[in-house]
């Protein structure tokens, strides 16, 4: 793997099929680790917070304290404004940031969380000492990261194992580390993190509906998002050897015996 660098290429984009994914995700389907130490009055700093949906979530927890979503993208917060407006939440405003260096004073913070966020920066152990400096004292830094080695499925259709050694270089190729999930305890210890709860999660697609969903958003991400983009510009594979992944997609979501499990790694750590 190559040196990091404090700034990663956001390997998926914003493209219809990469929100397809992000939109569908919730605080109980995607946070359900840090739920129970929620409590009315906090205030909570969301990184990476895309769409919106899991900020919303969480603003929708603390009626007597506030949320701020916080996106490296600037168009995306659009989106999370309007869901937000949408659920009628005004305990909830959006920013653009980067959690390498984030713009508020230390402790500002009773919660910071970041979903499928370190996986994609280029420094993930000085975006957890960052995420710890805006922290009170007491408070909980909150991260989750899935990890493409550990995902299984069956059957094994020709062309998923190609589809995952391809992802896996080109966000590595981005600066990023695709198996993020393995190390998010490793990462915590070197920023200085002593009070560790590590735990597991998973997002599991089997039926019609599910495989239905998750093949077709794969193979539409595949020849058609960002991701597809900087494969083929990073000399990673071929406009045709995506299709041949994207196909490989379809096929796994029309097996009756169709299983694909999504394996995170979590960590709650106490400031």
Known sequence: MSEPQETAVYTHGHHESVLRSHTWRT????????????????RIL????????????????????RVTGADHAPGILEQARRTADERGLTN???TVADVHALDYPDDTFCVV???????????????????????????FIAVRDSDYSAMTWYPAVPGLDDWRELYLRVARAN?????????????????????????????????AEERAWWG????????????????????????????????????WAARDDGWFAVLHGELLCRA
């Open 27 to 42: 605080a109980a389907n995607s946070a359900a680790y840090l739920l129970g130490s929620l409590k009315p009055h906090m």
């Open 46 to 65: 969301d990184i990476g917070c895309g769409p919106g949906t899991i900020t919303a979530d969480l603003a929708a927890l603390v009626p007597e304290g």
């Open 92 to 94: 909830v405003d959006f």
């Open 113 to 139: 969380h970041a979903h499928q966020v370190l996986q994609h920066v280029g420094d993930p152990v000085r975006a957890l000492r960052e995420m710890r400096r805006v922290t009170k004292p007491g408070g």
């Open 175 to 207: 600066g990023g580390e695709p198996d993020a999930g393995r190390r998010l305890k490793s990462w915590a210890l070197a920023a200085g993190l002593t009070d560790i709860t590590a735990t597991s999660g998973t997002w599991t697609y089997s039926t």
């Open 216 to 251: 077709g958003l794969w193979a539409d991400r595949t020849v058609a998002s960002a991701y597809a983009e900087r494969a083929v510009e990073g000399g990673h594979a071929t406009a045709e050897e995506l299709r041949a992944v994207a196909d490989a997609w379809r096929t």
